[in-house]
Structures are given as C-alpha cells and as structure tokens.
C-alpha cells in the first residue's frame, strides 16, 4: 500500500500542485489548509478522489496539526504567509503563522511519528549577503520580518532533529512560478500579476530599474525536489536544507521581455504595452542566485525546467485557464 502524505497549505500554489502529483502517483494524500490565501478551486479535479482527504484547519490550532497528521508517514509543510511586504504590513500574523504555527506541525508529526518532515524554506534566509551563488551554509542576515520566520523554522528543524529524532529536511526555494499561482491580491507574486497585466494591456510597474535578478524556479522542478527530499533513501541526505531552484538568474526587465514574447503568441497587442518602472521595494534583495550541487549530490536533483521553458508553459496555462 501506498503510503500517506500530509500536505500543510494543500490548497495553495505549490501545495495543490503536490498534492495533485502524489494523487497521480498512487499516494494517500490529506490537505489542510484554512483557504486563508489558498483555494477551492485548486483542489477541485481532486474531491472526488477516494485516495484524497480535505481537512479545513489552521496550522495556529494545535487540536487541527494532530487531526490532520493521524496515521500520516511523512508531512510536506507548503502552509505559510508569504510575501516580505505583508510581513512588514503585519509582522505579528506572519509570525503566529510560520513561526508559531510551523512548531504546531513539528510538536503533531513529532507525536504521531511521522517518518519525515519536509517543509518550505526561502531564499529569503540569505538576508544580506552578498556572495553569488547562494551555498546553503553561508547566509546573512535577515531583511525582513517574513525572512526571520523561515530561518526560525530551519532552527526549530535542526532542534527537532537533533532533540527527538524527527527526521527533517528544509527546501529554500527560489521564487517559484507556474500554473495555478494566484495574480490576485496586493501580494501577488511578479510573474503571475504580471501576466495579468499584459492580457489586460496594462503596464505593470518594475520595482527599480529592471536590472534586480532571480532563480525563477518552475513549479515542476519544486515538485521534483519534495518527491526526492521525501523518498531519498540516503541518510546523509536528511535533517539538513536545500536551495530548491533551477540555478541560473534573469533579471526582471528579461522576465518581462520573454513574458510579452510568449503572451504575443496569443495576442500580438500585447507586445507593445509599455513597462513602467518605480522606487525599490523595501526589503528586497538585489540578486538571487541558487548552488544546486548540494542537492544534486544527495538528492540526485536533476531540473527539468530553465526558465524559459517554464514560462513558456505557466503563460500558456494562464492564457487559458485567466482569460
């Protein structure tokens, strides 16, 4: 029998995506979430799935982490507030959530004894530091409350490991784009909120001037690497973290050249809307740029997606799933 997976913040972008991957594995998979900044209709091909669990609930709860990790083998922990500006809007939830709320899941899986626990780090942790490419043991300090929350979560890992034997493994990922990510809100990611803006032929505003880089990491290569931090046989490989990414930087004004190119095909309108540029946004680090040797050596990682390809499909998935 197929074993049981828990994923933490299921109906969200990245969750939805793992949680129908497993699903089309043959893997048991329950999702909670408390659609906070998740959605229904993300799990929607999925409620009919006799393998497929949905359990309403608030990581802030620690009656709903134990409901939804009983009988669970391992927990992707997807569940989080993200985005550096909501955390300097409203530093307290973003701490109750992904600091607080991160310890809930480690104190349920610690007691029902899952196998492992997997769960979403951020680039962010590298902080202040200026060396490119990013090396998972050199990082700086944090720029924002939202970065502080997720190197806490490592340190709370690194402590359950150690203290209780709670196998752990922490994916820092690289701003990760792709189908089903939400262009809506006031923290909407850049390459969603973007698209949307140019299938409407409205200029989206660069924060600076274009020139900030990024290891935009399609979501295929982030399912990639929760699959193999979650079956990886190798000891060496787990109670540690991983830069998640593909390993080569874009700059914003390049995302937004290849983003009008590939909206062109379907309209070819919107090739001439202009880009406006703005101030820098606080808290925001200038270049961001992943090693992925570690993970390639233990993990075996192998991304499938650069970037332009990624785009490529996440522009058609909006074309046709946004219109």
């Given at each position: 029998?197929?074993?049981?997976?828990?994923?933490?913040?299921?109906?969200?972008?990245?969750?939805?995506?793992?949680?129908?991957?497993?699903?089309?594995?043959?893997?048991?998979?329950?999702?909670?979430?408390?659609?906070?900044?998740?959605?229904?209709?993300?799990?929607?091909?999925?409620?009919?799935?006799?393998?497929?669990?949905?359990?309403?609930?608030?990581?802030?709860?620690?009656?709903?982490?134990?409901?939804?990790?009983?009988?669970?083998?391992?927990?992707?922990?997807?569940?989080?507030?993200?985005s550096v500006p909501r955390s300097i809007n409203d530093p307290i939830t973003s701490n109750e959530v992904n600091v607080s709320g991160?310890?809930?899941?480690?104190?349920?899986?610690?007691?029902?004894?899952?196998?492992?626990?997997?769960?979403?780090?951020?680039?962010?942790?590298?902080?202040?530091?200026?060396?490119?490419?990013?090396?998972?043991?050199?990082?700086?300090?944090?720029?924002?409350?939202?970065?502080?929350?997720?190197?806490?979560?490592?340190?709370?890992?690194?402590?359950?490991?150690?203290?209780?034997?709670?196998?752990?493994?922490?994916?820092?990922?690289?701003?990760?784009?792709?189908?089903?990510?939400?262009?809506?809100?006031?923290?909407?990611?850049?390459?969603?909120?973007?698209?949307?803006?140019?299938?409407?032929?409205?200029?989206?505003?660069?924060?600076?001037?274009?020139?900030?880089?990024?290891?935009?990491?399609?979501?295929?290569?982030?399912?990639?690497?929760?699959?193999?931090?979650?079956?990886?046989?190798?000891?060496?490989?787990?109670?540690?973290?991983?830069?998640?990414?593909?390993?080569?930087?874009?700059?914003?004004?390049?995302?937004?050249?290849?983003?009008?190119?590939?909206?062109?095909?379907?309209?070819?309108?919107?090739?001439?809307?202009?880009?406006?540029y703005g101030p820098n946004r606080v808290g925001d680090i200038p270049h961001s740029l992943a090693s992925i040797e570690k993970a390639k050596t233990l993990l075996q990682y192998n991304?499938?997606?650069?970037?332009?390809?990624?785009?490529?499909?996440?522009?058609?998935?909006?074309?046709?799933?946004?219109?």
């Amino acid at each position: 029998m197929k074993n049981k997976i828990l994923i933490t913040g299921g109906a969200g972008f990245i969750g939805s995506n793992l949680c129908e991957h497993f699903i089309s594995k043959g893997y048991y998979v329950t999702c909670l979430d408390n659609f906070a900044t998740g959605h229904r209709h993300n799990l929607a091909a999925l409620m009919d799935n006799e393998r497929f669990q949905l359990i309403e609930g608030d990581i802030r709860n620690l009656e709903d982490c134990k409901k939804a990790v009983d009988g669970v083998d391992y927990v992707l922990h997807e569940a989080a507030l993200g985005s550096v500006p909501r955390s300097i809007n409203d530093p307290i939830t973003s701490n109750e959530v992904n600091v607080s709320g991160f310890l809930n899941m480690l104190v349920a899986s610690r007691d029902a004894g899952v196998k492992r626990f997997i769960y979403a780090a951020s680039s962010s942790t590298y902080g202040d530091s200026e060396a490119l490419p990013k090396v998972e043991d050199k990082i700086g300090k944090p720029l924002s409350p939202y970065a502080i929350t997720k190197y806490v979560n490592e340190l709370y890992a690194e402590i359950f490991s150690r203290t209780y034997g709670l196998e752990t493994i922490g994916l820092r990922y690289f701003n990760v784009f792709g189908r089903k990510q939400d262009p809506n809100g006031a923290y909407a990611a850049v390459i969603p909120k973007f698209v949307m803006q140019l299938m409407k032929k409205e200029s989206p505003i660069i924060n600076g001037d274009g020139n900030y880089s990024r290891d935009f990491t399609y979501i295929d290569n982030v399912i990639q690497m929760n699959e193999l931090a979650m079956t990886t046989e190798n000891i060496e490989a787990v109670n540690t973290v991983y830069n998640t990414a593909y390993g080569d930087r874009t700059t914003l004004n390049d995302m937004v050249f290849y983003l009008k190119k590939y909206l062109s095909d379907f309209d070819s309108e919107i090739g001439d809307v202009a880009i406006i540029y703005g101030p820098n946004r606080v808290g925001d680090i200038p270049h961001s740029l992943a090693s992925i040797e570690k993970a390639k050596t233990l993990l075996q990682y192998n991304p499938k997606y650069s970037f332009k390809d990624g785009l490529k499909e996440a522009v058609e998935w909006y074309w046709n799933n946004l219109k």
